[in-house]
Every structure is written in structure tokens, then in C-alpha cells.
């Protein structure tokens, strides 16, 4: 695949957006251009990582994405413009940047390390540095007026002003018996949280640990991935638990409903996100209720 020229209709094959494809990397995602859609047999296409130092245009404004290993994304706000991220991800900023703490609508209520999360606001002019504090790769989800998208807690790192945030239920949670104790698991959280943009295009930044894979399902189709390791969807994608037991431990066993493995199925239409870094689920003692979910005995 040749690099556009800056006068050619450039549409990146990772957002979406088109561009006139002038550069290195798409100006909304920070994705390079001047390389091949990378796709595998069963359909997964890699996201690649925002080269180091690429920039991101929003509104007025730009994020300039920073490393390799643990990147930075520092912006260059124009006085019209603001975005929100939570405390823990601060790093630096300039004295003119106006900082205040953010009331959020729609239920945020974070707890990290047992310490809760505040969320904050930075007004332009001038540069504010945001950082993961942890390996892996700065995602740029590129918002038109009125898109949305469900993200697994602990994945948000920044957000345009014009995004709103709002808190839905996962919907997908299990609970096991082991002797007299009895436990709930929520394996992507109790919750996700769903940003919608408002008032024009907004921008969107996500923390991915190991590499980014994502997938367009169509209408109907579905796929089995770990839980843990799912970042982002559509709004459109549904969800359910899938549980597989072993077929000879079904039938003899005394702990006949000790699952061997567990799964997220998602059903489209829409895209979905994965990482390749994931915890399986905790399966100590036999599943005794669950969520809406599929079952296969093998």
C-alpha cells in the first residue's frame, strides 16, 4: 500500500475516519499509514501501535503520543478546549492549565489500591501530560457526533469535554459453591463504561497491556474470547457467559458442575477490541448460578 499524498482522500482501515493522508500516521488515531492492513485467517486485524511522537488533531487541539513501553499522550490545548481523566494517570502540566476536580454524572465511583479515583478536568491553554504508569500501547478511539462505545473498566485514560460518560451494568457475573462458602464474579467488572460523543467529534484514549486485536462481527455472527480480555465494543455487540464442562465429570463426578473453562461470547453486528495480555477466570468450586450463558460438554 503506497503513502497518500497530502491532496488524495485518505480513509485509515483502523478508525474509519478519512483524511487528506498527508504525514506518517492518521491524524485522528495516530495509526501509520504507510503500512499493509495486517489481517489473520480467522479474521482479527493487529491495531498498531501509535509510533512514537505521532500526533493527534482534535478540535483545536492535539496529543502528541509519546514512547514506546510506557507511552505518554501530552496535549496541546487550545484555550477553547478541555478534556477529563482520572487523578492516577496525571503527569504533568503547565501552570497555566486549569485544573479542577470533576463531579461526574452517570455513577463514577472507582476505587484502585483500595484508594478511590477522582476524576479531573484540564482547560486549555497550554500542555497537560497524561501516562498509564504501566507497559503497554496508548489506544486513540475517534468519536463522530452521536458514536459510542462500551469500555471495561480500568482501560480509560482521557476524554474530550463533548464525550459523556455514563455507567451500564455488564450484565455478566457467575457464582460458585466451594464447601459452605459461596462467591459472585464479575469477570469484566460489575460495570463498563459507555462514552458517547456529544456536540461534534470527540476523542477518546484507552490503555491496552500487550497488543491490540479487533474484529468487526456481522449481524449474528459471534465468537468465544477470555473475558478479561475484551477492552472495548460497540454498543450494538451482545454479550453472554459461555461454560464448558468436561463430558465424563458431568456424568460421575460428585463435583458434577466444576466447570473447566469459561468464556465471554459476544454476537454482533459491530466491532470489538481484545488484548493479548489476560487472567482466566477464577474457577474454584462448581458454578451454582450465573448470567444468561451457553453450555458445551466435550
Known amino acids: 500500500m503506497s503513502t ?12 474509519r475516519n478519512q ?22 485467517d480467522s479474521g482479527w486485524v493487529k491495531q498498531p501501535a501509535i509510533k512514537d511522537m505521532a500526533r493527534i488533531r482534535f478540535n483545536r487541539s492535539t496529543a502528541q503520543i509519546s514512547g514506546t513501553q510506557v507511552p505518554v499522550a501530552e496535549m496541546k490545548l487550545d484555550a477553547a478546549d478541555s478534556l477529563y481523566f482520572s487523578h492516577h494517570v496525571y503527569l504533568h502540566s503547565d501552570p497555566n492549565v486549569r485544573l ?66 455514563q455507567w451500564e451494568r455488564s450484565g455478566i457475573w457467575f457464582t460458585t459453591q466451594d464447601g459452605d462458602d459461596q462467591e459472585w464474579h464479575y469477570p469484566l467488572g460489575q460495570m463498563m463504561d459507555r462514552f458517547t460523543a456529544r456536540d461534534g467529534h470527540g476523542l477518546l484514549l484507552l490503555h491496552g497491556p500487550g497488543n491490540t486485536f479487533i474484529r468487526d462481527l456481522n449481524h449474528g455472527q459471534s465468537i468465544l474470547v477470555q473475558p478479561n480480555a475484551l477492552i472495548w465494543k460497540d454498543p450494538t455487540v451482545r ?33 470489538i477490541a481484545i488484548q493479548s495480555v489476560f487472567e482466566p477466570p477464577e474457577m474454584v468450586g462448581s458454578i451454582v448460578n450465573s448470567s444468561p450463558s451457553t453450555t458445551h460438554y466435550w
Open 4 to 15: 497518500p499524498t497530502t491532496t488524495s482522500s485518505y480513509t485509515c482501515p483502523y478508525c
Open 19 to 40: 483524511s487528506a493522508g498527508g504525514g506518517t500516521a492518521c491524524d485522528r488515531c495516530g495509526a501509520p499509514i504507510d503500512i499493509r492492513l495486517k489481517v489473520s
Open 100 to 165: 479542577e476536580a470533576l463531579k461526574m454524572g452517570g455513577g463514577w465511583n472507582r476505587v484502585l489500591a483500595g484508594m478511590p479515583l477522582i476524576m479531573m478536568q484540564a482547560s486549555g491553554p497550554g500542555h497537560v501530560a497524561i501516562s498509564a504508569d504501566r507497559p503497554g500501547e496508548t489506544l486513540a478511539i475517534p468519536l463522530p457526533a452521536g458514536h459510542a462505545v462500551d469500555v471495561v473498566e480500568h482501560r480509560f485514560l482521557v476524554a474530550t469535554t463533548n464525550v459523556q460518560y
Open 239 to 271: 454479550m453472554n457467559l459461555h461454560v464448558e464442562y468436561p463430558r465424563g465429570q458431568y456424568w460421575f463426578s460428585s463435583a458434577r458442575w466444576q466447570a473447566k473453562s469459561m468464556w465471554l461470547r459476544l454476537t454482533g453486528p459491530g466491532r
